[in-house]
């Protein structure tokens, strides 16, 4: 006989009770996971003590594409899908071009591209071994993934054929890490959150070193908030990069163009 089907007002309750703002979705969610054959009393254990819905169910969404994801890898935010929208307005569907996802952490925004234009050459990296093993779950068959520091982890033959640079640096100060929700805080890595003093720390080593790895006419696109796109922007020698600043008022997304000179 089979087990009478858990009642999903119940499990949005306990949700509920634990602060969980969507609580019939994301019962919703786990109910669904919990009839694929995972155990429901456990995942709802999970989320009740705070770590991410996302995580809780092994994926997450970014613009229509299923992303796997690991306990502890960071969890793709929805206005991240203002760079895959833009990176597919940008990448040619001609000549195979040269992409890279940095700080890619679960890989999401190479996969998102890889979906649209699967005839492209893609290599993501990230200094966390827990995200690169994720992006390596995602991204098989599709591209390489590198663990190191930045651009440095990149292999040497890339240099002067990457097409588009994608990345999704951590941007908040780090005085303001202890505002961020529970959930990031205790279940992400501070890694994938602390963007240095001003939170553009990482933005400035990358637009210092993305030269070289960049061809002539090819962009690099970095996600970035509104108040510190000035200062993202300026990491950008003039000499070097033409640059501009892209918003999404509707995902509240603003991305810094670089176009190399």
Do not use: I, K
């Amino acid at each position: 006989m089979h087990s009478p089907r858990p009642d999903a007002d119940a499990v949005a309750a306990r949700l509920r009770a634990a602060g969980c703002v969507f609580a019939d979705d994301e019962a919703r969610l786990l109910l669904a996971e919990h009839e694929a054959g995972r155990p429901l009393d456990d995942m709802v254990a999970r989320r009740v003590a705070g770590e991410p819905l996302e995580q809780v169910l092994g994926w997450a969404e970014l613009d229509g594409v299923r992303v796997r994801l690991r306990p502890g890898v960071f969890v793709p935010r929805r206005r991240s899908a203002a760079l895959v929208r833009t990176a597919l307005e940008l990448v040619g569907r001609g000549a195979r071009p040269g992409v890279v996802d940095l700080c890619c952490g679960s890989g999401a925004l190479g996969l998102a591209v890889a979906r649209s234009v699967p005839d492209l050459e893609l290599h993501a990296a990230d200094v966390d071994p827990v995200a690169c093993a994720c992006a390596r779950d995602n991204l098989d068959g599709l591209g390489q993934v590198h663990q190191g520091d930045l651009l440095d982890a990149l292999p040497t033959d890339l240099v002067g054929r990457v097409d588009l640079l994608l990345v999704n640096a951590p941007y908040v100060p780090t005085d303001e890490l202890g505002t961020l929700p529970r959930e990031a805080r205790d279940h992400e890595p501070t890694t994938a959150l602390d963007g240095g003093v001003d939170g553009v720390a990482l933005h400035r080593r990358v637009a210092a070193g993305a030269g070289p790895w960049v061809r002539r006419g090819g962009r690099a696109l970095v996600e970035t908030s509104r108040r510190q796109a000035p200062l993202t922007v300026a990491g950008f020698a003039p000499a070097d990069w033409h640059v501009d600043v892209l918003t999404d008022e509707g995902l509240g997304a603003t991305v810094v163009r670089a176009t190399r000179r």
